[in-house]
């Protein structure tokens, strides 16, 4: 069956995702956003070794921990406040975790807000996902996945 933008839908090779992710550690960046939690959520179910959730608004990265923790009560699941722009503290994170995955969604994503402020959108999306993907290198991560969220917009003329 087709989607509504005439493709053919994608077919998930859940062997293939078990074997990527079962005991591994996984690290989610922007896990208290909607994608970041959701992408928790999906990867959770197939038991990492480590579930690390980062990100810098604590209510939601608490509100995300918990639903977790119920939710799969015998994974271990790391909730991890901190900004991908502290270096420093990114580097603890990486050097103590040593992940196997990093699913890297944090980000601004509300592109007529960064149109106002770009330099913000610059600084979080390019620096910040730079710091990650360094720290990704030098730690050795096996995968590092980037999460775009492709939003459609009418530019400014």
Partial sequence: MKDLLSREP??????QLRKDLEGKRVLITGAGGSIGAELGRQVA?????ILA???????????????????????????????????????GVFHEMTPQLVFH?????????????????????ILGTKILAELSLQCGVEKFIFISTDKVVNPPA
């Fill in 45 to 49: 179910q197939f038991d990492p070794d």
């Fill in 53 to 91: 959730l980062l990100d810098f608004d604590e209510t939601e990265l608490f509100h995300i921990g918990q639903e977790l923790r119920e939710s799969h009560p015998r994974l271990k699941v790391f909730p991890v406040l901190g900004d991908i722009l502290n270096k420093e503290k990114m580097a």
């Fill in 10 to 15: 994608v077919e998930i090779d859940y062997s």
């Fill in 105 to 125: 969604a944090a980000a601004y994503k509300h592109v007529p807000v960064m149109e106002d402020f770009p330099e913000e959108a610059i600084r979080v999306n």
